[in-house]
């Protein structure tokens, strides 16, 4: 498909989010009892995939997650199951606090900045590369231990410069297509572009696996994706899904 088509095609599909701008800054976000999972913008049959641990793709990398957990690491041969024990356990409720302020270097870490930053100071291992399958079956693994609890990231204190620029980024417009996260997911949630269903946004199922990539990724690989760029190939892309 030639460039230029493709610009059309993104023109009349996008006309109606391009309509309703962002609300005033005081009548932003989505009320509290308008809130839903990620998975209630499923269809009846992605949603079964998803629920059956037997037939869902992404059980593959908890698995070698699994496995990664009991295995000794780096020059001090220590695994992460040696100072954590079971994950189960440990592991409980980790990932749902997620992205948190360190509170040695003040530092704001993900999960995968977390893990390979056990990697490095306490098993004396390289960090793992992001998007490499190693990073994110342990990162699918540790995120599985907090299924179904309510995610409790901290947003006060020294968090809250980075949740104030995260905010303002949802409301930026971006690209040639002067477009908002916020024009999708907040203003126009539930309606639905091309073969999707657009949800809310809110992304506390990463690492994920998409039928589109055909494997898992990460949150930050879902927002590169996303975020439209200045060249029109990056959103044709990401909302055509060529």
Not at 1 to 14: D, N, P
Not at 117 to 126: D, I, N, T, V
Not at 195 to 204: F, L, V
Not at 207 to 225: D, F, K, V
């Amino acid at each position: 498909m030639k460039q230029g088509h493709a610009a059309a095609l993104l023109v009349a599909a996008l006309a109606a989010a391009l309509a309703a701008a962002p609300a005033p800054a005081q009548e932003r976000g989505i009320a509290l009892e308008r809130l839903k999972s990620g998975s209630a913008f499923l269809t009846r049959d992605l949603r079964a995939l998803q629920n059956d641990e037997l037939a869902n793709p992404a059980m593959l990398w908890v698995e070698r997650g699994e496995k990664l957990w009991r295995e000794p690491a780096g020059k001090d041969a220590q695994s992460c199951a040696g100072c954590h024990q079971d994950a189960a356990k440990s592991m409980r409720g980790v990932a749902a606090r997620y992205p948190a302020i360190d509170a040695g270097s003040g530092t704001l870490l993900n999960l995968e900045d977390r893990i390979n930053r056990c990697r490095s100071e306490r098993q004396g291992a390289e960090p793992l590369r992001y998007e490499s399958e190693g990073l994110l079956s342990i990162t699918a693994y540790v995120a599985y231990q907090s299924r179904g609890l309510p995610v409790g990231v901290g947003i006060d204190g020294p968090a809250r410069p980075h949740f104030e620029a995260g905010r303002a980024l949802f409301y930026q417009r971006l690209g040639q297509m002067n477009l908002a996260c916020a024009h999708c997911h907040e203003a126009n949630w539930g309606k639905t572009l091309f073969a999707e269903t657009i949800s809310q946004g809110q992304p506390t199922g990463f690492p994920a696996y998409r039928l589109e990539w055909q494997t898992m990724g990460s949150l930050e690989r879902r927002l590169r994706a996303a975020v439209p760029d200045v060249e029109i190939e990056c959103v044709r892309v990401e909302l055509v899904g060529l």
